[in-house]
């Protein structure tokens, strides 16, 4: 006999009760669409309230309507052949894309998860519906941007946070070499050369941290690895992308080789100026020394000769041949200038200066000229403090005041200075020939020559101006020039006013040695070049002075040892073991005198020397001009 089932308590019925209507409310209130249709009629049975929300039907409206009443791309038979997998019980559940149509005619797009079940005793339906228009939405923008990136110039990736490749173009893979399958599953980092791989995430959580569009790594070399090891240097702008999903970043990925291969030739191409320059100026200092040497050497054994001579032709012949010299030295030192200036390695040496100094020198450089001519120099006191370099800025002046003389044969010159914003206006004014306008312009050009076209020497080389302009240039002071033709002309320069109108004392002080008037005046000439040694110890013994001579600095330094104390020193720069620089400190030092000086220089190094500071010395570039250099001895015995 069969025992009677167990009588399930009132607590078990009211506890499943419970829980059937707690999962029956979880169901109602989803916000998801559930619907329950009859498998036969199709008819609604049961909706929830996420459904109705989303249709706009009411729950009475909803019970007289069948699923492909709210699908407007199904009719009655098109939804059953869906369905039909599952009515022959071929298929549990079926899944599939639609569009509802709500009550007010907007469609949207849902996902199907539908499967046969029994409720309340009969076959029904039931379908659980996901609204997946942002997320189709999200898939349309990804293929129109694969579309979109295709479309781009550059190679192009875009990753999510952690680095991982979620699209890539086509110009991707052809700069790199991966397929796209294959660029979709590695992480960006992989794409980086081994060195830069450990550095890389850091610099992709910086970037996270600051998403704002830019370009990567500016001022750094960046380069891509292809699939086959080659390294391309590349160039990257990156840019946020906000999604759903979370943030991404778009990398447009530039191949510069072509670019910095080009910059490389520019750099080599550089470079390759740059030491033709050098190797120039290199050959300039050593041709214009080797130039210089017998020609210094000509011009003392041709001025000693000439003070011997007695029959006023030969004394004629010599003079002749001096001017000869003079027009030889004179365009050596022009095109040795030129050249220095246009390799630009004259160096501006700017610094408060007491223009009464700079119009001092050249004055005395030139009165003798305007005077053995017959015409009247007039200069006016200037005392000013300018900020220049005052040797180049004397060499300006200097080739005004040398074109004045030279074409003017009758009247005067002037040298005056008009103040103006701030600035002093250097003017040379002759009575010459002028010059007609429209060869204004063209005169400041190479070898320009107005009425000389038969290029003769004593109306100069032409290069003077041209001089002028370069020097001009480098100094960043402009020059102008006014003529009027047959009546003469004005050449200016102007020159920026210091700050302060004071010049400290040591920048003022020249000190003198007073030399002893009453005993022979003592010369120590010191040269390597015997032949110039020679010729000038031929000449200086005219003069009545005691001349001691030595070939290199150790024997200069032996006569002191021995007691020798000179009234004056002339020695050459450059020597073996120790250049006239050196020397003179030296000498100065063992005798503790400040010995005036003149240092010969054959090659372009006189800025040099006069950057040493080397006080009470003048520099004279070879072949020195013999009455200039009497003048400077001279000034020893006044």
Do not use: W
Not at 488 to 500: A, I, M, T, W
Not at 545 to 562: F, P
Not at 613 to 627: A, E, G, M
């Amino acid at each position: 006999m069969q025992k009677p089932d167990k009588p399930i308590k009132n607590t078990e019925l009211d506890t499943r009760k419970d829980r059937e209507l707690g999962f029956s409310s979880v169901l109602e209130d989803s916000l998801n669409e559930i619907y329950i249709f009859d498998a036969t009629s199709l008819a609604f049975i049961k909706v929830n309230n996420g459904a109705q929300q989303n249709l706009g039907y009411s729950m009475d409206e909803l019970l007289t309507m069948t699923p492909f009443d709210i699908k407007p791309n199904h009719t009655e038979a098109s939804f059953r052949e869906v369905i039909k997998p599952l009515i022959d019980g071929k298929k549990q559940k079926i899944e599939f894309n639609t569009v509802h149509q709500r009550k007010d005619g907007s469609d949207y797009l849902v996902e199907v998860h539908l499967q046969k079940m029994h409720f309340h005793g009969r076959q029904v339906f039931v379908a659980i519906i996901l609204d997946v228009t942002e997320r189709t939405q999200n898939k349309l923008d990804l293929v129109q941007a694969h579309a979109f990136l295709d479309s781009a110039p550059d190679a192009t990736v875009v990753v999510d946070e952690s680095g991982g490749i979620r699209v890539s173009n086509q110009q991707m893979t052809e700069l790199l070499g991966y397929s796209q399958e294959e660029l979709l599953g590695m992480n960006v980092d992989a794409l980086l050369p081994k060195r830069y791989r450990d550095a890389h995430p850091k610099h992709r959580v910086d970037f996270a941290n600051n998403p704002v569009r830019r370009g990567m790594g500016t001022g750094m070399d960046l380069c891509a690895m292809t699939k086959n090891g080659r390294e391309i240097p590349i160039e990257v702008s990156l840019s946020p992308i906000k999604t759903v999903d979370g943030s991404l970043v778009a990398a447009a990925i530039r191949d510069i080789s072509s670019r910095k291969a080009f910059e490389e030739e520019l750099r080599l191409a550089k470079q390759e100026a740059e030491d033709a320059t050098v190797a120039k100026t290199r050959f300039l200092a050593t041709a214009s020394h080797d130039l210089r040497q017998p020609l210094q050497a000509l011009r003392l054994y041709l001025s000693a000769l000439t003070s011997k001579l007695d029959e006023p032709k030969a004394k004629q012949l010599g003079a002749k041949m001096n001017l000869s010299l003079d027009t030889m030295g004179e365009l050596l030192d022009a095109l040795l200038d030129i050249s220095t200036l246009e390799s630009g390695s004259v160096k501006v040496e700017k610094s408060n200066v007491k223009i009464s100094e700079v119009l001092g020198r050249i004055i005395a450089n030139n009165s003798q000229q305007a005077k053995e001519k017959g015409l009247e120099f007039e200069c006016e006191g200037l005392d000013y403090i300018v900020y220049t370099d005052p040797t180049l800025l004397q060499r300006i002046i200097d080739n005004f005041i040398t074109n004045a003389i030279r074409y003017t044969q009758k009247g005067k010159i002037s040298l005056k200075g008009q103040i103006t914003d701030n600035m002093l206006n250097i003017i040379v004014t002759d009575t010459g020939v002028g010059i007609p306008e429209n060869d204004l312009e063209s005169i400041f050009d190479e070898f320009v020559q107005l009425d000389n076209s038969v290029r003769s020497s004593n109306s100069g080389l032409g290069l003077g101006l041209s001089i002028v302009k370069h020097i001009a240039r480098l100094l960043e002071h402009p020059t102008s020039v006014n003529s009027v033709n047959g009546k003469g002309s004005s050449f200016s320069v102007e020159v920026p006013l210091s700050d302060s109108q004071t010049v400290a004392e040591e920048q003022q002080a020249v000190i003198q040695e007073t030399a002893d008037l009453n005993h022979e005046l003592t010369v120590l000439i010191v040269d390597d070049e015997p032949a110039i040694v020679d010729a000038m110890y031929e000449l200086l013994s005219i003069y009545d002075m005691k001349v001691i001579t030595a070939g290199h600095a150790a024997e200069a330094l032996a006569h002191i040892q021995e007691g020798l104390e000179p009234d004056f020193i002339l020695t050459d720069y450059r020597m073996p073991e120790m250049n006239g620089v050196e020397l003179v400190r030296k000498i100065r030092g063992a005798i503790n005198q400040n010995i005036p000086v003149v240092i010969m220089t054959g090659d372009t190094t006189k800025e040099k020397i006069n950057d040493a500071n080397l006080d009470n010395c003048t520099v004279l570039q070879k072949p020195v001009k013999i009455d200039q250099l009497l003048s400077l001895i001279r000034t020893v015995k006044s």
